[in-house]
């Protein structure tokens, strides 16, 4: 009904989300602008995009929290409008902000929540769940009390709790340390191979490219979505990388010229990147001969191509 | 001096008049968040505004027109003339007129009213026989404020009224005697009357702070968002939070009743279980109406100032301190909307007057009432969304 004219039928089963045209203001600000995305069942979605992008209002919409002003869509297959309540079942939300309890502790907090869902053992389900979540020994602690690794993991062990078919991470390793951050990266590998669809917002490009697939939203706009190489081909930026030394004064004279739309460090390197290919070309032609750096056309990384959307995206809808 | 100097020089130099600089900045700070929370803002100026006059114009410590009841068993001119001096004394109104004593006593019991008149059979022809027969004034003098300044007046007032109308000489030679009977209180001790009434009070103050911070609360702390992101409805959500404070409530309620009658020596005449359970129900009430605070405000803050709103009349329009009977029409109409008030009526009948569940029939409904339509107001204002 919600999806294609036909493909609805076929796709109910495959499909997790499908919503067409969510659109949402607040204070007569547009934040979702006619939104529309799929995301398949077991895989995991990342969401990127800037601060303030929409990002956290698609993603409660998605879970009831917020309605729609317009646009439709079924979520597990249920209306977004009208099942919210059924939604709510079958979905677990992370928030961006821990939202758990501060003054229960660890077991206390996942014993609510198995007793919410209405779970035949709650004490049992909370215990096996902080095995699973690496907190044995800290049961007791209260929640407030951890450090942001384990507040983040009890958050998981949380909204996974009750066995849904659909988690909803609102940048869930904000401000994690480089091994929680892909502890929890195998964690929800482990969790997509179960069957769980994944949608995680996110701001690191190493997280996205760990997604099956991505959608880059700005201005409460969808930009692009697809597989991160699909995103990278489709942007259709040529990119240059220079090496060498002394780029303080080459990115400052880089930066202006026609043909050049980003300049970008990357440690040793410089990445020069242009929508025209020859353009492009024609721009950095008078500094190819120089041997203070040497040259490579390269492809662009998806950071490369985020940047270079966020830049036109500021461009067509902020004026 | 070289010495001071060059640590003077050495220390990060410091503004001139930090303390004040920095105290100005918190300064700036504050009222700006004060002017941002508009509900606070208006608090702030409403709250003494109203609070003064309406409590300026509602209280009075020496009441008029109090509801009396009169057992008439005969009905006779002299009679009647008796009664008319008693309401030209502006303390008295009969609202009720009744023929059996079982009918009088129950009036009284019940608070319906606060005095009672029984001119008994053949009153009239004793008093000219010369007999100088008894007239009965029975006053509820649970509160004696209420009561006192009327009775008080009574004989002196009805006295020359009666020499004025009926001709019948100088006061000495009054023909009757005016027999007052101060029930239920008859020392006219105070405790007796505060005692019960601050079973209510204390219990409206702590009941009300309890609830209506919870919904606020899991708002500030971000963890409202997980909570409606899960499957539960608002009655749910309500239930779970009112219940566990109905406990604390009756032990509130016990201690404070405990120490009532072990300390202060107030008795209770009337059903302990019947005590328990309206004070349950009053309990009830009061903690609904503290969680509809809690679903309506925007922050503790203004949770705090509503309940304080709440607070003020009840104490003051209830009848726990000054007397219900004696104020304007329009404030006992406010009254009657605070459940205070009903308890006070009840804790005061039962502990005192050892009234049963029917003469408090009125003040239980009305106490329900209160509780069910906060309820319903909170389950709808409760909202399930972060529209």
């Given amino acids: 009904m919600n999806g294609g004219p036909t493909s609805a039928q076929s796709n109910a089963s495959s499909i997790a989300i499908d919503v067409k045209g969510l659109t949402k203001s607040f204070g007569g600000r547009e934040v979702v602008h006619d939104l529309s995305m799929q995301v398949k069942r077991g895989s995991i979605y990342g969401f990127l995009g800037p601060n303030g992008s929409g990002k956290t209002t698609t993603i409660r919409i998605l879970c009831g929290l917020l309605t729609p002003d317009s646009g439709e869509g079924t979520c597990l297959g249920y209306d977004i409008r009208r099942d919210a309540d059924k939604i709510k079942r079958k979905v677990g939300y992370m928030t961006q902000r821990f939202s758990l309890y501060q003054d229960l502790s660890v077991r206390e907090n996942l014993e609510f929540v198995a007793r919410l ?30 450090s942001g690794g384990w507040k983040q993991r009890l958050a998981l062990g949380a909204c996974t709790l009750p066995n849904p078919q659909l988690l909803l991470l609102d940048e869930p390793t904000a401000g994690v340390d480089p091994k929680a951050r892909r502890d929890f990266w195998n ?34 706009h969808l930009l692009a979505h697809g597989t991160v190489d699909e995103v990278i081909a489709a942007s259709a930026l040529s990119t240059w990388t220079v090496t060498g030394e002394d780029f303080n004064g080459l990115m400052a004279e880089l930066t202006d010229k026609p043909g050049v739309d980003m300049v970008a460090p990357f440690g040793t390197s410089l990445h020069v990147s242009g929508r025209d290919k020859a353009a492009l070309e024609a721009a950095i032609a008078p500094y190819r001969d120089n041997s203070k750096w040497h040259w490579q056309p390269s492809e662009p990384s998806l950071e490369d191509v985020f940047i270079d959307l966020m830049g036109r995206s500021k461009d067509n809808f902020q004026g | ?55 300026g114009f509602a209280i009075n410590t020496t009441p008029r027109n109090l509801p009396t009841a009169v057992l008439t068993q005969e009905d006779t001119d002299l009679g009647r003339s008796i009664l008319k001096a008693m309401e030209n004394t502006a303390y008295f109104h009969f609202t009720r007129e009744v023929h059996t004593v079982a009918e009088f006593d ?56 009666l020499a004025h109308d009926l001709h019948i000489g100088d006061p000495p030679d009054m023909p009757f005697e005016i027999r007052t009977h101060a029930r239920y209180n008859p020392a006219a001790e105070s405790r007796l009357n505060i005692v019960p009434g601050l079973v209510g009070t204390i219990l409206t103050m702590t009941m009300l702070i ?133 308890f006070v009526r009840i804790v005061r009948a039962i502990m005192l007057k050892g009234a049963a569940m029917q003469n408090l029939q009125y003040d239980t409904i009305a ?8 309820m319903t107001v909170a389950v709808t204002r409760f909202r399930r969304t972060l529209d």
């Fill in chain 1, 117 to 146: 869902y209405g779970m035949p053992d709650a004490r049992g389900a909370a215990a096996d769940m902080i095995a699973r979540i690496g907190l044995k020994g800290r049961e007791e602690q209260l929640a407030g009390e951890l």
């Fill in chain 1, 187 to 220: 964690e929800i590998h482990a969790l997509a191979a179960e069957g769980l669809t994944v949608l995680v917002s996110t701001h690191y490009m190493d997280e996205a490219e760990r997604c099956h697939e991505i959608a880059y939203i700005a201005y409460g």
């Fill in chain 2, 1 to 55: 001096m070289s010495a001071t100097d060059t640590i003077r020089n050495g220390e990060a130099r410091e503004p001139a008049f930090g303390f004040w600089r920095r105290s100005y900045a918190m300064l700036v700070k504050e009222f700006i968040q004060l002017r941002r929370d508009r509900v606070s803002f208006a608090m702030i100026i409403m709250l003494p505004v109203l609070q003064l006059t309406l409590f």
């Fill in chain 2, 210 to 342: 309890f609830t209506a911070l919870s919904v606020t609360r899991e708002i500030e702390r971000g963890t409202m968002e997980s909570l409606l992101s899960m499957p539960i409805k608002p009655v749910e959500v309500m239930f779970g939070k009112i219940v566990p404070y109905v406990l604390v409530g009756f032990i509130q309620a016990a201690l404070i009743i405990g120490i009532g009658v072990l300390l202060f020596g107030v008795p209770i005449l009337g059903s302990l279980t019947l005590l328990a359970l309206l004070t349950t129900l009053f309990i009830t009430t009061n903690l609904s109406i503290g969680y509809t605070f809690s679903t309506i405000v925007q922050n503790q803050l203004q949770a705090m100032q509503l309940s304080m709103m709440f607070f003020l009349p009840s104490i003051l329009l209830s009848g726990f301190m000054f007397p219900f009977a004696g104020m304007p029409v329009w404030a006992q109409y406010i009254g009657e909307g605070l459940p205070l008030t009903h």
């Fill in chain 2, 106 to 161: 129950e009036l009284l019991q019940s608070g319906k009213v606060l005095f009672g008149v029984e001119i008994p059979r053949g009153f009239e022809r004793a008093v000219r026989r010369g007999d100088k027969p008894a007239l009965l004034v029975a006053a509820d003098a649970t509160d004696p404020t209420a009561a006192g300044s009327a009775l008080g007046a009574l004989g002196p007032l009805v006295q020359t009224a």
């Fill in chain 2, 367 to 374: 106490l329900a009432a209160l509780m069910l339509f906060a």
